[in-house]
């Protein structure tokens, strides 16, 4: 059975992160470096979490529109397996820190914003809604049809490369999954008490349902 693959992003506290980490089905962690949002870390916070359990994850550090000395700081400074690049950076910037990467694409039910060579060269997309000029955080879920409908989407789900994002939940996950099967889901708002601070609990749902989708989905195909 194809397993989806789970980031819980926008981790900020070192009990989230220490949870998270005991969490068997959770594959990757994002960490946030922009100060375009409330979820943002420092080196020293990031690292404080990081070196608070051995338990180890795929850590992504997520960025939007920094310089690239202020991403090769970070790069230099915490231990990051994967970058995520949410804004509008080129490809050839994407390359310059000799990581894995995933590209963020930002959608609002009619725009896609894609460069097609970033194909030959990325490991995974990642599609997200943009909402009132928001890229993350929003809450928000972007028309799934899509992902059926847009040939440019529908050939990067076929893939099998893309994490699906925006406005996801314990609640709507699992009919995401049913219907459409991605590589991977990524949530960090569907899953807090508070800005910047998960609630155990609908960690615990949104796992749970996730893998009972599957399950319902891989009997029905």
Known sequence: MTRTNIKFCGITTIDDYIFISDQ???????LIFTDKSPRCLNIIHA????????????????????SESYIKNIVDN???????????ETLEFCRKFNKPFIKTLHINDKLLDFNLDFQKYINHFLID???????????????????????????????????????????NVGNLISAY?????????GLESSVGKKDHLLMKKFLENVRISEKDHNEKN
């Open 24 to 30: 068997q089905d959770v594959n990757f962690i994002g």
């Open 47 to 66: 690292n404080k979490i990081l070196n608070s359990t051995s338990r180890k994850k795929s850590i992504v550090g997520v960025f939007m529109d920094q």
């Open 78 to 88: 915490v231990n990051l397996d994967i970058l995520q690049f949410h804004g509008n």
């Open 129 to 171: 809604t943009s909402f009132n000029n928001m890229h993350g955080g929003t809450g928000k879920s972007f028309n799934w049809e899509l992902l059926s409908n847009d040939p440019t989407i529908s050939h990067l789900i076929k893939k099998n490369s893309c994490f699906i994002a925006g406005g996801l939940n314990a609640d």
């Open 181 to 189: 099967k991605p590589y991977g889901v990524d949530v960090s708002s």
